[in-house]
């Protein structure tokens, strides 16, 4: 009895100091970079990410007042070092994460998260899905653009700054090892928005800004990814207004998902938008609305509703249409898009 006190006596010994030792501090916690009297540069809120502003210096599409002012973070209050939300964006940038070197399928992906154009949700929908798609052999690039909670317009700087992304990365894609014909973005809500107007969009973009650096490279995505998106272009509020927009006869695929009864709204939206590129006749459009589930999570798996698998059905989308083929090769998706083109128009 005695030797059995004793040795939990020691146990305890053992054990209590270890358990007494207070947590250190997280290392390499991401943090808003200093003012100084240039422009604003952006830090990278993952280990390993190559930042690049999306603008040179003294760009038009800059506001000189604002461009040196810091972005302020939103710290996770559980998660130690993980950046949750960011606003006051006013030098717009990209955060590249590049797949591995023996699994690189060549295909990238701009993630523009949402936040209702008043914050960026870059944590859930920007941080979080870079280590999922890195499985898949996907490049990924995390987009901060400007907000409407900071003075900008998401319908033209938002816009603007996802076509310029797209620009940038199919400019890098030799340097990176990206096949710059299978560049896509993906939205959630509010970044939904801008994907959305990126898929039909791009032949204004491209034309405004013909005369810059990058005035050769095209800002068309490749693929587009709506997920519980805002509205688009295409609701009856802004057409009644504006009137139907043109959608380019070579617009790319899209993917659209989200839940529907309880998340209604984002679901009409989706719709209106399905239904707009699909009587188009633009080719391999697909479209998810799940009966259950939740609006802005991300790529959880939401209460195992049917809504969590949004994400396996896009990489099977994204499979089928010829993005995990070797880079280089020609996607099903550019041969479909080319033949729909090349088709001579339908009868009324």
Do not use: C
Not at 26 to 54: D, F, H, S
Not at 148 to 158: A, F, I, V
Not at 174 to 203: C, R
Not at 287 to 308: C, K, P, S, V
Request: proline share 10%.
């Amino acid at each position: 009895m005695h030797k059995l006190i004793i040795a939990g006596l020691l146990t305890a010994a053992l054990v209590l100091p270890v358990m007494a030792q207070n947590t250190p501090a997280p290392q390499m916690v991401p943090k808003a970079g200093p003012v100084t009297n240039g422009p604003y540069q952006p830090q990278a809120i993952l280990p390993g990410g190559i930042v690049m502003p999306l603008y040179p210096a003294g760009s038009p599409f800059l506001n000189a007042k604002r461009v040196s002012e810091a972005e302020k973070y939103t710290m996770d209050p559980v998660v130690p070092g993980r950046v949750s939300r960011i606003v006051n964006i006013h030098n717009p940038s990209i955060e590249v994460h590049l797949a591995g070197a023996g699994n690189n399928t060549g295909t990238a992906i701009i993630l523009a998260p949402g936040g209702g154009h008043s914050t960026l949700v870059i944590g859930l929908e920007g941080a979080d899905p870079v280590p999922f798609f890195f499985q898949y052999g996907i490049n990924t690039i995390i987009l901060r653009n400007r907000l409407r909670s900071d003075g900008y317009e998401p319908k033209t700087d938002g816009v603007n700054d996802l076509e310029q992304a797209i620009r940038m990365v199919r400019a890098h894609a030799g340097e990176w090892h990206i096949d710059p014909h299978k560049i896509g973005v993906m939205g959630f809500s509010a970044g939904a928005e801008l994907t959305m107007a990126s898929a039909i969009q791009y032949p204004e973009f491209n034309s405004k800004n013909g005369g810059d650096a990058l005035g050769a490279v095209s800002s068309r995505p490749d693929f587009v990814a709506s997920i519980y998106p805002g509205p688009s272009l295409f609701t009856p509020a802004w057409t009644s207004k504006n009137g139907v927009p043109p959608i380019p006869k070579d617009a790319p695929p899209s993917f659209i998902a989200g839940a529907g009864w309880q998340d209604k709204v984002h679901a009409v939206w989706a719709s209106e938008y399905f239904a707009a590129m699909l009587n188009a006749g633009i080719p391999n459009v697909e479209m998810h609305i799940y009966a259950r589930g939740t609006h802005g999570n991300g790529l959880a798996y939401r209460d195992f509703t049917g809504e969590g698998t949004w994400q396996d059905r896009f990489i099977h989308w994204l499979r089928d249409l010829g993005f995990f083929s070797k880079p280089g090769e020609e996607t099903l998706a550019a041969r479909d898009v080319a033949a729909f083109v090349a088709a001579p128009p339908a009868k009324p």
